[in-house]
């Protein structure tokens, strides 16, 4: 039985969630949106989650030109992560779950 929800396949709500969806994707996006990271800053930021978690999503922002990777060949290695121009286009979702999550907080103190 088909309802209003079904996403078929097209759904612009499928489209994005396919860029964001992940358990962190969208906290690393928050994190990004207005400074370039290293890998440790975003560790530190997300205690949380384990290393492997951590790069496994960065990985696959990167590969779907959401986030950009830079190497420094220095020693130790150098790694910063930012939003592309085209992860940028996602902030607007972003800053919407920003301004839900402060309003649920607020009524939930």
């Avoid at 358990?23 to 949380?48: A, E, G």
């Avoid at 590969?63 to 940028?88: C, M």
């Amino acid at each position: 039985m088909i309802t209003k929800f079904d996403c078929a396949p097209g759904c612009p709500v499928q489209t994005t969630l396919q860029f964001i969806d992940g358990k962190w994707k969208s906290v690393i996006l928050y994190h990004l949106s207005t400074q370039t990271l290293r890998f440790s800053d975003l560790q530190r930021k997300l205690p949380y989650v384990s290393r492997r978690m951590l790069a496994r999503q960065l990985s696959e922002l990167v590969t779907d030109n959401v986030i950009s990777k830079k190497i420094y060949e220095t020693v130790p290695i150098k790694t910063e992560y930012s939003l592309t121009n085209f992860g940028k286009t996602l902030l607007p979702i972003v800053n919407s779950m920003v301004t839900w999550g402060n309003e649920y907080n607020e009524l939930h103190k």
